[in-house]
Every structure is written in structure tokens, then in C-alpha cells.
């Protein structure tokens, strides 16, 4: 058996072919795979001086063949990656002939996708299952396979993705074939590859990179001092830390202003340890470690107002910031950083997130943000801590008064995953802001929904004629939701009744109901820019701009020209146009997440044309609501953003 680490274009180049063998599964990743490979390679194709990428190990054997046939391998692991690699690089070879780019279409095809002198099976480089390999052979041919198949699915999800990106090709095929690296591992010929395969794929718990890099560190510790070392060091840091190990090197690595995949950990380690003392790397990340079971587990932290705020940023999803706190906590502790200023610094974190999440602004930048903000604020503000954090971050996508104000209003706040926990925060932030003599506790209190989730005939008759248009543009918006104990018990109650119950609550936040006698569109929205008013108190701009005036006016009176969706534009004239042309994108581009539309807004979207008031007919033939304020149809695009999991960078408009 021999194991090298290798870049991709010395495997799938040259006269050979890869079988995949009877006992594998066939080709089986999904979006989830799909898409963190794609991230993974725009990430490298977007750096100046790309860096290689560590994406899994590759297990082949080679097989016997004819002496004028091919060399030939069984593909024992690593099938799932390597099939889609080359699903990829089909598909940019048909990007090449779009453009005219003949003669990099013919490079990528005779040198990487075929074995242009071969013939019959001899002539793809790769053949899949049997299940898969009509319609591999068919894309590889550049015809169109006459039947679904994962395969073709991913060739399409990567297309749509292209189409989402002004990409390079000539870049994009250079990244894949040398920026790519995996651990090739050849078999012996008397190596039993059906064992391998299952030993490869065990149930058991595989090897770990903090495993990898504690080997890697104790090779290089004398055997007498070992054990001692081991007690030491490594113990207490793997017991305080459990699973999170490998991650906290990850970031322990980042803190001096690199960002590290997690698949690289081990290998950027490597590099590290490799200039230096072991024994030394290994002390200082011993103490860094300390540092780390604090932000994971706040109840660690003696003071308590730091202890207090690092338990709201957990509760927001700060993990990509713990590269820039592990270098804060080391100077808070060597004090360098005063308690006040590293709360100060907390805060800003705080706010700064916050305001991000309200508006949609997507997370996957933080991490090219947090890793070298300590080595700006050095350069940049040296002796002022705090004002460094502040100067830095408002340049990153650091929202203003107007936009936070603005999004907080229509945006649906309530939702799947952790948007409850933030919203959560928020509501209990702004209670706190009253600053009551008798706090009430927060851990027992729920979400409620004033307007209640699902409509009772009651509800129907008191919202009026609009009343389906209402509850899917402001159901789960900052104004209709509220804190209470006694959530199942106000459930899908009246109005008069739940105005009784939450009049009666100790929160500071529900004595706003007390003298309401309807709780309609007007009243819910009303209640939004109440609230959004407050939060920008708790929350407030930290830049060293002059403050901004409030947005008046809003959409109301606008005229696009023009629409950003999915990295595409088009000229609009209406904020009709606009949400067509919305819809019709996200149709063609995401067709999976449409239908989710459809799921979540039916009074706005559907195929049943006589549910709805005013229409346009979309390209897919499906029919949306138009007769709608260009202030409802922004609110209403800005939720199915945030339905479908897309961010403020997906969709832009400008109006004037």
C-alpha cells in the first residue's frame, strides 16, 4: 500500500480509467455535498494566491488489463468526490463551447474527461455503477440523458450556480485541477479490496484531526517525557473541551489572521509546528484552550457581566468571532484589556451581529472578517482597543439606522433553525431596556403571537378583507410577537381576551396592549416601528458618522429601474415588474426552493389562478398576487429571501 498526498490533475490525468466496483453504492451526495464543494472552490478561485484545499482521500487498486487497453483502477474510495469533480469539469467544458473557448472545451475534454485515442468503455476516464453509468456516459458525450438521475441533478445544481456567477472558466478549471489536493492510497495487488472497503466505511468512530495532531505532536516530544507532558497538557485541554477540540484548534490556528477549512487543520498544524518547538505550540495551546472553554461555556468566567454577555453571543452564533475573542481573552487576562473594555468589545459583537441578522446579510463572510480584525486594530488604532473594533467592523457590512430600522419593521423574525433563539433576544433585550425594578425572569417565558398562527373564524372577521394577506406579510414580524408564560393558554385566542391576559402581565413590553381595542394590519405594523424604535436604543450605530435621519418615505412613491437577483440583472419599470421577475428567477434558478414558496405563502403564490385578485403568469406557469404595495411586495421579497435561505446579497433593487 502506498499513500501520497497529491493535487487532482496528476490522478484524472493521462491514459487511464477508474471502475468503480460492484459493492460500492451508487452516486448518492446531494445539495448539502454539492454545495460545500462549490463554496469550497469559489473561496479558493476569489483568492489572489489560491492555497490547496484538502477535500478526503482517494483508494484505488490497480486492476489487470488488456495490453492494449487502458490502466486500469478500481475506485475503492473517494468515488462520491471524484464523480462529482468530474461532473464539474463536464460541465465547464460545455461553459468553454458557449463561449467560443474551443480549444479549452477540447483540453479539458482529451485530457481530463476522456481518453480521446481509446475506444468502447476504454474511452471515459471514469466508469460509475452500472445504476449511473448511461447517464455519466451521456453527459460525457455532450448529450442529454434520457432520465433522472443524481448525476444529472448535479450537473444542473452546478450549472444554476454558474449561471449565479461571473466566473472565469480558464480560473475555475485551474483551481479544480491544482488547487484540489487529496491523499492518493494505492492498494497492493493481493490487498483484498472488498475488506478494505469496509473497514474504510466501519461504524466505528473514525480518527479525528485532534487525534491526528496529538500523534503528530507527541512524535515529536521525547518518550521519556511523554506521559508527563500528556497529564499536563493534552488531557486537560481534551476533557474541557470534548468534541469541540479539533474546532478550537481550527480557530486557534485563525487567530493570527488566516482562515483554516476544517478540513485542513491537521495540515495547517503541521505547517506551524514544523517551524517551531512542539512542546512550546503545545503549552500555548494549552492556555489558549482555557480561553475557549470560557466562550463555549460562560459559567467558566468569574466576572459576571462578561460571563453574562458571552452567554447572549452564544446564543446568537458568534463561533466565527472566537479567533478575534481568543486573542481579546489573552489580553483581558495579561491585563492589557481592562474588564470594562473587553465587555465594551462583547457588545460591540453583540450589536454588530444583530443588526446583521435583522437584515439578512449573509454569515459565510464572517469568517474573513473576525480572523484578522486583532491585527487591523493593531496597525490601525494601536493604544484604542475598543475604538479599533468599532472603526474596523462598521466597514464591514455594518448596517446603518435607516436599513436596521427599516428591516426590523417587515422582516419575518420568527422562523425554523435559530431564528426563534435570536428573536428570543431581541424581544428580551428591548423588556430589559425599561430598565423595571423587578426583572422577570426569561428562561420560563415563549414566544407569542398575537395574531395567532392559525386563524380562527373570529380572527378572520376581526383582521377584514384582507385578512390572508395580513397574516402571511406579518405574522411572524417583530410587531405581533410578544413574551408570555402563558402561551398554550392565549394559543388561538381573541383578541379581547389575550389583550386581558397580556395587560395583566408583569412585562414592561405587553403594557402596550393595554388600551387596544383592534389588532389589525394598521395596529401590527404600528407596533413594529414602536418596537424597531427601541431597538435601535439597545442597539445603537456605532459608527462615527453623523446620525442618520429616520426613512420617512420608505418604497411608497419609488420607481425601480433596476433589479439584482441571483447574480443576474434586469431593467424593471414597476415593483410589479420586480416581483415577477423575482419569482420567475428563483423559478428557473432554485425550482427546488419555489415550491417551497408556494408551501409557505399560497395567498401570494400558486398554480389555482382564481384564488387571487390581481395576477401575472410566471414562466413555469405558476400565477402571484400583484395587487400589492410596492411597501408589500418589498416586505413580501424580503421574506421569501429569508424563507429560502437566500441573503441581502441576492437580491438588490434600486429606485429612485
Known sequence: ???????????????????????????????????????????????????????????????????EGVAKYLLIDGQQRLTTIYILLTLLREKAKENSELELAEEINNTLLVNPYKKDFDYYKLQPTQLDRETFQRLIRSESPNSNNPILDAYQFFERKFRQCN?????????????????????????????????????????????????????????????????????????????????????????????????????????????????????????????????????????????????????????TAYPFLLNCYDEYLQGKVSADEFLDILKIIENFMIRRFVCNIPTHGLNKIFPPLHLQIQSKNPGKFTEGVKSVLQAKGYPKNIEFRSRLIDAKLYGAGDRTIKTKLILESIEESYSHKEQVPFDDLSIEHVMPQTLTEHWQNHLGNDWELTHELLLHTIGNLTLTAYNPELSNDNFENKKKRLSESHLEINRYFCDKTSWRREDIERRSEHLSDIALSVWPYFGDETEEKKDQGGVTGTIPHKLWILGQNFTVQSWRDVLEQTMNTIADLEPDKFEQIIQQFPRLVGRDKKKFRAIRELKNGAFIEVNLSAKSIQGFCFQVLEAIELTSDDWKVEAS
Open 1 to 67: 500500500m502506498k499513500a501520497s498526498e497529491t493535487k487532482l490533475q496528476p490522478i484524472i490525468e493521462g491514459t487511464k480509467q477508474y471502475v468503480v466496483p460492484l459493492f460500492q453504492r451508487s452516486y448518492s451526495w446531494t445539495k448539502k455535498e454539492w454545495g460545500i464543494l462549490w463554496d469550497d472552490i469559489v473561496e479558493l478561485y476569489e483568492e489572489d494566491s489560491p492555497r490547496t484545499h484538502f477535500v478526503g482521500s482517494i483508494v484505488t487498486m490497480p486492476t489487470v488489463s488488456v495490453p
Open 167 to 319: 466566473l472565469d472558466i480558464r480560473t475555475l478549471k485551474k483551481v479544480v485541477s491544482n488547487n484540489l489536493s487529496v491523499v492518493s492510497i494505492v492498494l497492493d495487488a493481493d490487498d483484498n479490496p472488498h475488506l478494505v472497503f469496509e473497514s474504510l466505511n466501519a461504524k466505528g468512530r473514525p480518527l479525528t484531526q485532534s487525534d491526528l495532531i496529538r500523534n503528530y505532536f507527541f512524535m515529536r516530544i521525547h518518550i521519556n517525557e511523554q506521559e508527563k507532558i500528556y497529564a499536563q497538557y493534552w488531557k486537560p485541554m481534551q476533557d474541557a473541551l470534548g468534541d469541540n477540540l479539533t474546532e478550537f484548534i481550527r480557530h486557534y490556528l485563525m487567530k493570527s489572521g488566516d482562515p483554516v477549512k476544517q478540513n485542513d487543520v491537521y495540515f495547517s498544524l503541521k505547517d506551524k509546528v514544523s517551524q517551531g518547538d512542539a512542546l512550546e505550540y503545545l503549552k500555548n495551546i494549552s492556555r489558549f484552550a482555557n480561553y475557549y472553554q470560557r466562550l463555549l461555556y460562560p459559567e467558566y468566567e468569574t466576572n459576571v457581566s462578561i460571563s453574562k454577555a458571552l452567554s447572549r453571543l452564544n446564543r446568537i452564533e458568534v463561533t
